[in-house]
Nanobody, 122 residues
Framework: QVQLVESGGGLVQAGGSLRLSCAASGRTDSSYAMGWFRQAPGKEREFVAAISWRGGVTSYADSVKGRFIISRANAKNTVALQMNSLKPEDTAVYYC???????????????WGQGTQVTVSS
């Protein structure tokens, strides 16, 4: 079992940037894909970005393409989400997730961290 802990959320003005980080611990001896989802108040959790084990394949939601960048450092068992040009509609709780297969991460079938709040003011 892998445990995930997110950090880096906060309050930022529209147009600003934030960097989220997620640290995985536990059974990290096998390869796994990682990703980020978000959930705004009153809305369903939605896919944001995902990255394969070696980082060679990434996937983004259309709403964040060109603004967000996902990366990972396997030596440190971490995945990061660099969020630029933030908009008020990016306000949500952001969740880290992992699963063996990238497609399963994208489908939302993985395990979750506790989430970190991102608030973008207009």
């Amino acid at each position: 079992q892998v445990q995930l802990v997110e950090s880096g959320g906060g309050l930022v003005q529209a147009g600003g940037s934030l960097r989220l980080s997620c640290a995985a611990s536990g059974r990290t001896d096998s390869s796994y894909a990682m990703g980020w989802f978000r959930q705004a108040p009153g809305k369903e959790r939605e896919f944001v970005a995902a990255i394969s084990w070696r980082g060679g394949v990434t996937s983004y939601a259309d709403s964040v393409k060109g603004r967000f960048i996902i990366s990972r450092a396997n030596a440190k068992n971490t995945v990061a989400l660099q969020m630029n040009s933030l908009k008020p509609e990016d306000t949500a709780v952001y969740y880290c997730t992992w699963k063996a297969l990238l497609q399963d991460v994208i489908a939302g079938l993985g395990s979750w961290g506790q989430g970190t709040q991102v608030t973008v003011s207009s």
